[in-house]
């Protein structure tokens, strides 16, 4: 999970835009937020992932949901208020079920950063408080199959490539091979996999996590510098891991 940006509510969903749905929602029960441009403006500033888990909710598999942070049932009011709404895969909205956000919160990402809360170990995400424990626990971000799995995917490839490197640059520091070709292809492969891990990426949180907390990467960092390798861009996207990690 990680911090988003709301962006200003649809023009479409004008004030009696709004009353008239939300009538329409309580003497009818339909599905009155399944409208193409509140799907559209969800998709957009959370790049196509869901808010909680940051899986790719366009593939056909996941099903987008339009989540109702505060339960429609229990707020119907709030059915189609802007900032209620979140992007959410099908697991993760029929999970959360009908939880009431305001009798126990949970970390709502566009008001809330998950860094604050939340962090990753062994693979499992750990609560910094007991909003943040709520919040796995109403979530299920420890699921095994679901999550657990997923990352320790993310992780191992992630660290295999951070060995790859440290190995290239190692035969580079000893003269073994000081080629232009060595040097692109260990600086533009660092540079791909921080891209992986930024905020647009799927599993951003998990991604940037298991980086910035190698061992590997720091020697990796430390070798570069030392080499005059370590660029601005680098720099740029080593900070965008930073704002996402947990
Ligand atoms: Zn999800």
Not at 32 to 41: A, C, G, H
Not at 144 to 165: P, S, T, V
């Amino acid at each position: 999970m990680i911090k988003l940006i709301r962006p200003n509510k649809p023009t479409e969903l004008t004030a009696s835009e709004q009353k008239s749905l939300t009538d329409e929602f309580k003497s009818s029960g339909t599905s009155v937020w399944r409208k193409d441009y509140i799907t559209k403006s969800l998709l957009d500033y959370s790049n196509n992932k869901c808010a909680y888990c940051e899986c790719d909710i366009t593939e056909e598999s996941k099903y987008l949901e339009v989540e109702h942070f505060h339960h429609k049932d229990d707020y119907p009011d709030e059915v189609v208020v802007w900032d209620n709404l979140l992007p959410s895969c099908k697991k993760c909205n029929g999970t959360k079920g009908t939880h009431d956000t305001y009798k126990e919160p949970i970390i709502n990402p566009c008001d809330d950063n998950p860094q604050d809360f939340l962090t990753l170990k062994n693979y499992r995400i750990k609560g910094k408080d007991d909003f943040g424990k709520l919040t796995i626990s109403v979530l299920d971000l420890n699921n095994q199959d679901r999550h657990c799995k997923k990352r320790f995917e993310i992780g191992n490839a992630a660290q295999e490539k951070l060995e790859d490197f440290l190995h290239l640059i190692e035969e580079y520091e000893s003269g073994a091979s000081t080629s232009t070709r060595r040097k692109n292809r260990i600086i533009n492969g660092v540079k791909d996999l921080l891209r992986l891990a930024q905020s647009d990426k799927t599993y951003s949180a998990t991604t940037s996590s298991i980086i910035l907390s190698s061992s590997d990467f720091d020697e990796i960092k430390a070798k570069l510098t030392n080499l005059n390798f370590w660029d601005s861009e680098l720099t740029d996207l080593e900070e965008g891991c930073k704002k996402v990690k947990i």
